[in-house]
């Protein structure tokens, strides 16, 4: 946007990307989910043994903490490859 050309520039802006994507969509989870919608990756729910429904019903069980905590985690690893 501003007529940086710097492949370091175009690499944090990727990272600062993908986790902003990530952030988003855990954001917006408990909003599809009242829609009947879950967006997460479901090898991650796999997993630790959560479904789509246990999402959907609002569970808050500590193995759908976990896949939370384990999605969150890939955001702070793109942040972490940005600094």
């Known amino acids: 946007i501003l007529g940086v050309r710097d492949i370091h520039a175009d690499h944090a802006a990727s ?5 902003q994507g990530i952030v988003t969509c855990l954001r917006a989870t408990p909003y599809h989910c009242t829609r ?5 990756p479901m090898d991650v ?6 479904s789509q429904e ?4 609002g569970k808050q069980e500590k193995n759908v903490r976990d896949v939370i905590y384990d999605i969150a985690s890939q955001a702070h690893i793109h942040l972490e490859h940005v600094r």
């Open 15 to 19: 990272h600062i990307g993908k986790a």
């Open 36 to 40: 009947q919608k879950v967006f997460l």
């Open 45 to 50: 729910c796999m997993l630790h043994g959560v």
């Open 54 to 57: 246990d999402f959907i019903r």
